[in-house]
């Protein structure tokens, strides 16, 4: 009964990741883009814990971490971008 929720859930994960893969190549902007982005590392997050409890193993809780840790310096990365015009600052003495 439950692996039946569970596949239905992988189900739409993977619907949910098509859209935004669409999102991604056509989007209007680049924050779109990006929106895009940060919604494909969380289904991918969201995919791989359901497929952990499918398989009854916590092989993969490196994998959802390092994932979302990706995910996050991206998403930090981004925003300075937008901030500063640039993401790593080289602080020149003249």
């Known amino acids: 009964m439950i692996d039946t929720f569970l596949t239905i859930a992988l ?4 619907l949910s990741i098509l859209a935004a893969i669409y999102r991604l190549i056509k ?3 680049i924050p779109d883009r990006v929106q895009a982005l940060d919604n ?3 289904n991918l997050i969201a995919g791989i814990a359901i497929t952990s409890i499918m398989l009854r193993t ?3 809780f490196e994998v959802m971490l390092l994932l979302g840790i990706l995910s996050f310096i991206g998403t930090i ?3 300075r971008f937008l901030e500063r015009g640039v993401v790593i ?3 020149r003495h003249k």
């Open 27 to 29: 989007g209007p902007s």
């Open 89 to 91: 600052e080289h602080k």
């Open 11 to 14: 189900v739409f994960l993977t």
């Open 58 to 60: 916590t092989a993969f």
């Open 40 to 42: 494909i590392g969380i």
């Open 77 to 79: 990365a981004f925003a």
